[in-house]
């Protein structure tokens, strides 16, 4: 049976036993120790949850009943032998966002603090609200100024977002002074969530301290043993350890076992700062030690990789991963962002931030124009087949189909193995690019991500449109091919920018394609509100056909075999290209 609780958790229960499951909350916060309330049989339970959260039991004072839980905060519960019947899941909760609360500092130059928390969160899908502790000014140089809130100021913009909004996850950066620990202890405990991950954030990457001596004693008796993980950097955690000098993979394994002695249930003690040729990290549970290895990147632009190594960790808890899987994934995320934004150019300073979002790097090769539908005026689409049977290569084609006029290019490579597509794909886009013609890909939106194509074409058993925008984002250029004005009223609803439509005449370039004729193509256009270009047995012969048709939105004619399945692709494209024009300025 499966059924969903008055709180929203699912749950499941066989029929062995009338034992129900009916509501379970997240644990509670509460002192050093956590108390979960559940219900079963429409009895309210008090439980108490001990040991680590990642592998922990509940034990119910009243009924006697022990679960054991493999995700923390009671994500999951499984029975103990003697009550096999009971498994509560709240992963499905309501369908709500993911939602990670960051109380941190903000960073002016936006590479650190809440900023990089913000930019982290976008980047995982996950929602982040934010609790502002302090406002510097920093910038690549370093850090001029600190403006502390104040306490009232802070326990209001706690208590607004966590009486309010669902928060699963709370991560806390810069924490100035001792108040703030306890603000965030009482709205804890009001407001459980399910974890908290602790960034000790106490000096800055340029070496300015931002959280004082008097807040250390408060980070070790209150804020460490409420934390799910703490991720202290080696300088850090060299300090929580009253100055432990930290230089081997040894070393930080010790000081991750005296953290956790100081009641965080994880700890990720981070070696990037040590000299070694990989940077390692160091992770343990409470019992077992794992070692997280990633390349070590050069670059300047390194500001803000510890914020964002938490939030990170933060947002993947928020979206139910295990804590250790969390922790990979975060540190995969760190990795791979220093690698992309090795080279981008932000400040004078020694130390820039890096790019949280894999966009900013400017290719100057990139076209920047938006879709122009007039780029449909002769759409050149490739054919393997046809290049082979003539001895062109692809680049040769698509060089000679833009000399002869196309106006925009679709590699349509149905036999290409992905490799060599992508490399194909790689060559034209430099020749395109070249001449300032737009390259499409035909089905494959993995080669044109690869590639950075300017967009894709679909048809209506590929991948859905919005499914493509969403991976695409809003700039690139997607045609989807329509047979039926239903289908040019959903290209329109689902974000393409122009609608193929055919097969107007009978085609041998495509297995059992339905024949539209010009009526077919002509309803189409008359639906559609987006630009339509003609496909399908066009060539030299009928063209004029079906440009003289005479409605607004068709822009022009997709060609195969009349430009490919020929000697000189040049000629006839230039052929195709003059009627065309003779077409367009007739009917002025
Ligand atoms: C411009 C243009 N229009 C239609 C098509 C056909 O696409 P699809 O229906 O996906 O069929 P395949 O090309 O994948 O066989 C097209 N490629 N280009
Ligand atoms: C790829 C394609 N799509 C079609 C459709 O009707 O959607 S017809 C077609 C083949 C077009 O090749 P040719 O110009 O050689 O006829
Ligand atoms: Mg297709």
């Known amino acids: 049976m499966e059924s969903t609780s008055p709180a929203g958790f699912q749950f499941q229960s066989n029929e062995l036993h009338s034992m129900k499951v009916i509501n379970f909350r997240s644990s509670y916060i509460f002192d050093d120790r956590r108390s979960a309330v559940f219900e079963m049989c429409n009895t309210k339970v008090n439980a108490a949850v001990y040991g680590s959260r990642e592998i922990c039991t509940l034990f119910s004072s009243k009924q006697g009943s022990r679960h054991r839980t493999n995700q923390f905060g009671g994500l999951t519960l499984k029975a103990m032998p003697e009550q096999k019947d009971i498994t509560v899941t709240n992963r499905s909760r309501d369908n709500r966002t993911p939602h990670v609360l960051t109380m941190a500092g903000s960073d002016s130059g936006a590479g650190a603090g809440i900023q990089a928390d913000l930019k982290t969160c976008a980047a ?18 370093g850090v001029q100024d600190v403006s502390i809130l104040s306490a009232e100021s802070v326990a209001a ?15 806390t950066g810069m924490l ?26 106490m000096v800055s990457t340029s070496g300015h301290v931002l959280a004082g001596p008097s807040i250390l004693d408060t980070f070790k008796q209150d804020l460490l043993p409420m934390a799910d993980i703490v991720t202290p950097n080696i300088k850090e955690a060299s300090v929580l350890l009253d100055g432990l000098q930290l230089q081997t993979l040894d070393d930080m394994r010790l000081a991750a076992k005296s953290l956790h002695d100081m009641g965080p249930r994880n700890v990720l003690v981070k070696g990037g700062d040590l000299p070694s040729s990989d940077a390692v990290d160091i992770f343990f549970n409470g019992k077992d030690f794992y ?39 975060a540190k995969r995320y760190v990795e791979t962002a220093l690698k992309y934004s090795k080279d981008i150019n932000i400040g004078n300073g020694p130390q820039g931030p890096f790019d949280h979002t894999l966009k900013l790097l400017r290719k100057t090769s990139s076209r920047l124009q938006p879709f122009d539908p007039s780029d449909l005026f002769l759409y050149a689409v490739t054919d393997s087949g046809m290049n082979k ?4 290569s692809i680049t040769d084609a698509v060089k000679a189909a833009i000399e002869g006029g196309a106006t925009i290019v679709q590699l349509r490579e149905k036999d290409a193995e992905t490799g060599e597509f992508l490399e194909a794909a790689k060559a034209c886009l430099e020749i395109c690019r070249s001449h300032n013609i737009p390259l499409l890909i035909n089905d ?19 991948m859905p449109v919005n499914k493509v925008r969403a991976l695409l984002g809003p700039e690139k250029i997607i045609g989807v091919s329509c047979k ?14 122009y609608i193929g439509s055919g097969g107007v005449f009978p085609t041998n370039t495509k297995a059992n394609n339905r024949t539209i004729g010009l009526d ?18 066009i060539n030299l012969s009928n063209a004029r056909s079906v440009m003289e048709l005479g409605v607004e939105n068709l822009k022009g004619v997709a060609v195969v075999s009349a430009l490919f399945d020929r000697d000189c692709v040049e000629s006839e494209t230039r052929k195709l290209h003059a009627l065309l024009t003779e077409t367009v300025t007739y009917n002025r």
């Open 124 to 141: 995982c899908g996950v929602y982040c609200s934010t609790v502002i502790t302090a406002v510097t000014a920093q910038n690549t140089h």
């Open 291 to 329: 070692e997280l290895r990633s390349s070590r990147i050069q670059s300047r632009n390194t500001h803000g990789t510890g914020c964002t190594m938490a939030s990170c960790i933060a947002a993947e808890l928020a979206k139910g991963s295990s804590m250790l899987s969390a922790v990979k994934v």
């Open 389 to 392: 049977k003539w001895g062109h």
């Open 520 to 537: 077919g193509l002509k309803a189409v256009c008359v639906a559609s509100k987006l630009p339509v270009v003609a496909i399908g047995g």
């Open 176 to 201: 100035p002074s001792p108040v703030m620990v306890k603000i965030l202890h009482d709205n804890l405990k009001q407001f459980p969530v399910q974890a908290l991950v602790v960034d000790p954030v």
């Open 484 to 497: 039926t004005p239903e289908h040019a009223l959903k290209a329109w609803a689902d974000g393409a920018d």
């Open 444 to 462: 494959r939106v993995d080669i044109a991500m690869a590639c950075d194509a300017d967009g894709v074409h679909v048809g209506q058993s590929d």
């Open 157 to 171: 913009q706690l208590k607004s977002i966590l009486s309010d909004m669902h928060v699963d996850v709370v991560k």
